[in-house]
């Protein structure tokens, strides 16, 4: 069985924190005996379809049928591994499908459900915590990545609550997608399965740091967390406030990957 990471990156920032996400794992990693790393940019199986986007996940569907690896853990580009996670591939092994159960903040504090995005929550959603996830080739996660596309395809016929309503044949859902993004459509896809009990990881084994600002229990006053927190190293060795950080750090629109 291939094993491998799939780093989705359409466009600039993007490609420049995928590369540099790229060379934190083959820092920590041994990459030419255990594992290998794909950006996907711009080759697609069914085309790009993220041309004169302004989000652009139009392509994340394909991922399933793009990745050349028959287990992959897909990781958004603005990350960074800071340690050797290999350990990791025995245990996802045992799934088709796992998301992180749990993520925490910068001070190793767990973050919780409604920090990370409250009116889901109130529509009984929870998130998906989707910036890192792993799946293999198996009948499960080609459900999922089937319904994504369809969800992403159709995304501007169901604009408004009336058309989601339509879409998912429930009434659960009382608050429509604001835009595209994977953290609104990747827990309605979920949902819409049925199979929120099956697909998370309960043992807390695999999960990342998200530096959202919702999460971090800390006052931050501009746009972006590296502004007001202070932070150094890079991908060998990482601190904020001088707590080190040791899971994979989600580190969002903050302009380090450029250190």
């Known amino acids: 069985m291939s094993r491998g990471y799939v780093i989705y990156a359409i466009d600039e920032p993007y490609t420049s924190m995928a590369n540099t996400l790229k060379k934190s794992i083959e820092y920590h990693t041994d990459i030419e005996s255990y594992d290998n790393i794909t950006i996907l940019s711009n080759k697609f199986p069914d085309g790009d379809a993220t041309y004169g986007k302004k989000h652009k996940i139009h392509n994340f569907w394909q991922i399933y049928w793009a990745t050349p690896y028959d287990e992959t853990i897909v990781v958004d580009a603005d990350m960074l591994f ?88 429930h009434d659960w859902i009382s608050y429509p997608p604001s835009h595209m993004a994977t953290s609104y459509i990747f827990p309605i896809c979920i949902k819409m399965l049925g199979i929120e009990d099956v697909i998370y990881d309960k043992n807390d084994i695999f999960k990342y740091i998200d530096m959202k600002l919702t999460c971090l229990n800390t006052k931050i006053d501009s746009p972006t967390w590296d502004k007001n927190l202070d932070y150094w190293g890079d991908y060998k060795e990482f601190y904020i406030e001088n707590f080190k950080q040791y899971y994979p750090l989600h580190y969002r629109n903050a302009k380090i990957y450029t250190s």
């Open 82 to 169: 800071l340690h050797d996670y290999s350990y990791w591939w025995d245990y996802l092994s045992k799934f088709d499908l796992l998301f992180p159960d749990t993520i925490i903040n910068y001070k190793q504090e767990t973050v919780q459900h409604k920090q990370y995005d409250k009116v889901f929550i109130e529509n009984d959603i929870r998130p998906a915590y989707e910036k890192m996830f792993y799946f293999k080739k198996s009948l499960l996660a080609q459900e999922f990545f089937t319904i994504l596309e369809q969800v992403i395809k159709n995304f501007n016929k169901f604009s408004n609550i009336k058309g989601w309503k339509n879409l998912l044949n």
